[in-house]
């Protein structure tokens, strides 16, 4: 959708009065209103979707059609402060819990009649009177309609006509203390109610500008879950909008499902959850008491008990409780049980059906004992014959495990002294070979003696003829080494002597290189002296025109002295300038001077080292 769009209708009430458009603002609570609205109608259209959805996709081509309903409430609500929402959640709750309570009386007076038993009224709780008093004339939900109709309405007006209507209801509980609350007794509690926003919860704030918004979507999905929606000036009549309110269509909606409901065979299946934190082996008792009580399932467990609540067929009783009948000697069933059951047990606590025995709970618990009895002690008896049978089969075969023993302790004697025999037949023949052997053995170290010795001989021969050999080629190889080094010292030798001759050519040219830098270090001395002499001549000069400026000094402060005398001011600062000017022209004649002196030292230096570098 256009973000420009949702904000100004999230935000702003958008009305239309004779052909013009006008817009106002919201406060925070209605567009906090405005924003749940918008997002409600998308969970509940998107919801309907689904359902729908899965039910196109089941539906058999032949009748009976199959189909799915899904109630999406929570179950029932009893919080610190309980709001408009909770009100319908409970009422629902309490619906549905009147159909169960009802279902299952209806269930139990079918199963009775089926098996022939006589019905008896079951006292139960009935929660007609909280259902009326929420949907009947006058009721909670037609008072909230008419207020929230009126457009003074309000909380407090809606809350003072509902005490003043069904003050004197057993199920309608007024507070003692004037405030904005009222309560009702409902199958699973007491429950108080704020009424405050329950008006404005009821009208519903999901207006016409809210639904053209969601048509208008770029989204093919969310257009076809609103293509159906009509506004509300197409609901009314003569041009006056007749939106119906949040109450009277959950209101609607809630008798639309108990009429699927009684038309249907339901099947009910009550989920506990243990903890709320979802964690294994952690059971919170209130918590699942809690969750029994909204469930309804301590009526159900009231209705059951009221009656007969075990029913067993007789085959099944006949299984279970089989030690207790075997001394009824009968093959059918239902004869065998009711004659054990005549005989052991008081009439007013079973009843036999066509095909089930209904019995109470404490005649069950009494069977159950005695078979306890029996199955244990037929156990004993059995575990007796057992480990009897245990100890005879450890006793033949702890005889059995002698007579081996004995058997292998007896061959071990007649071994030992069979090997004993035969290791004194080893030890004779051992002696025997043994001298045969080292006569045979000297034999053959004769023989290997000579052998050994012809051999040495022949490698003798052999080392000398190398050795000699060996000689002849160290004396040639000695003779060709000596020549090559030979051959080396010339090489050295001329190398050397090319060496000293290209010294000696470079230490004449080094000198000749001396011999001019030395004449050009005394050019440059006789340049320096001369420019020695040049600067005492202009030091002269400077010391006599020093001299004669302060002579001028002089006659100038003279005739300034004299001038003050006469009262020339004018004169007197004239001289003072002139004097002023002559002292700085002497300074920059000086420092002129000293830094040509500078220069020129710096330079003869340089010379000087670059001259003596070499």
Not at 410 to 426: E, I, S, V
Request: glycine share 4%.
């Amino acid at each position: 959708v256009n973000t420009e769009q949702l904000i100004e209708s999230l935000t702003h009430n958008k009305r239309e009065m004779r052909g013009e458009v006008f817009l106002s603002p919201l406060n925070e609570d209605q567009a906090m209103a405005s924003r749940d609205s918008i997002t409600m109608a998308v969970y509940s259209h998107l919801f309907d979707w689904i359902i729908q959805r899965i039910n196109s996709r089941i539906k058999s081509p032949k009748p009976p059609h199959s189909s799915i309903g899904v109630l999406d409430i929570f179950g029932f609500e009893n919080f610190q402060i309980n709001r408009f929402e909770q009100f319908n959640i409970n009422f629902a709750n309490e619906k549905l819990q009147q159909y169960f309570n009802k279902h299952i009386f209806s269930l139990e007076q079918l199963e009775y009649n089926q098996e022939g038993i006589p019905w008896s009224d079951i006292d139960w709780t009935d929660n007609a009177g909280c259902i009326d008093l929420v949907e009947r004339k006058m009721g909670v939900f037609s008072i909230i309609d008419e207020e929230s109709r009126f457009p003074k309405g309000t909380d407090k007006s809606m809350l003072d006509k509902l005490h003043n209507a069904n003050a004197k209801n057993p199920f309608y509980i007024k507070p003692k203390i004037t405030g904005p609350d009222f309560g009702i007794r409902h199958y699973a509690g007491d429950v108080v109610y704020n009424t405050v926003g329950f008006l404005e919860k009821n009208r519903g704030s999901f207006r016409d500008d809210l639904i053209t918004l969601l048509k208008d979507s770029k989204s093919d999905f969310m257009y076809d879950l609103f293509e159906g929606v009509k506004l509300s000036t197409e609901r009314g009549g003569r041009g006056k909008p007749k939106a119906a309110t949040v109450a009277s269509s959950f209101k609607e909606s809630l008798s639309s499902l108990m009429t699927t409901l009684s038309a249907s065979n339901p099947f009910f299946i009550r989920c506990v959850k243990p903890n709320a934190k979802k964690q294994a082996n952690d059971f919170k008792n209130q918590l699942m008491i809690n969750q029994l009580r909204y469930s309804g399932m301590m009526q159900t467990v009231v209705i059951r008990r009221s009656g007969y609540p075990v029913r067993r067929l007789y085959s099944d009783f006949c299984s279970r409780y089989q030690p207790l009948l075997a001394s009824i000697y009968t093959d059918v069933p239902k004869d065998k049980v009711s004659l054990y059951l005549s005989k052991n047990a008081p009439q007013k606590e079973w009843c036999a059906g066509k095909t089930k025995i209904f019995m109470k709970e404490t005649l069950e618990n009494k069977l159950e004992q005695l078979r306890v009895q029996i199955l244990g002690s037929a156990a004993v008896l059995i575990q007796k014959i057992w480990r009897g049978a245990i100890a005879r089969m450890h006793y033949k075969k702890r005889l059995q495990n002698i007579v081996k023993v004995q058997s292998v302790i007896r061959a071990h004697l007649y071994r030992k002294l069979f090997l004993q025999t035969k290791g004194a037949a080893l030890v004779v023949q051992k002696y025997v070979r043994g001298h045969i052997a080292r006569q045979v053995v000297a034999e053959m170290w004769a023989e290997k003696c000579a052998r050994l010795e012809e051999e040495l001989e022949a490698q003798r021969r052999a080392l000398e003829e190398r050795r000699a050999e060996m000689e002849r080629l160290r004396k040639e190889a000695l003779e060709q080494e000596a020549e090559q080094l030979r051959k080396e010292l010339e090489e050295e030798e001329e190398a050397r002597r090319k060496e000293e001759e290209e010294r000696k050519r470079i230490e004449e040219e080094r000198m000749r290189e001396a011999m001019i830098r030395m004449e050009e270090l005394e050019r440059k001395r006789k340049e320096e002296e001369a420019r020695r002499l040049e600067e005492e001549r202009l030091e002269r000069e400077r010391e006599e025109k020093r001299a004669e400026d302060e002579r001028a000094a002089a006659i100038l402060a003279a005739e300034a002295a004299e001038a003050e005398q006469m009262g020339l001011a004018d004169d007197e600062v004239a001289l003072d300038e002139a004097e002023q000017e002559m002292f700085k022209h002497l300074q920059d004649l000086d420092s002129h001077l000293g830094m040509e002196d500078e220069e020129q030292t710096e330079e003869n230096g340089i010379d000087e080292w670059s001259d003596l570098e070499p």
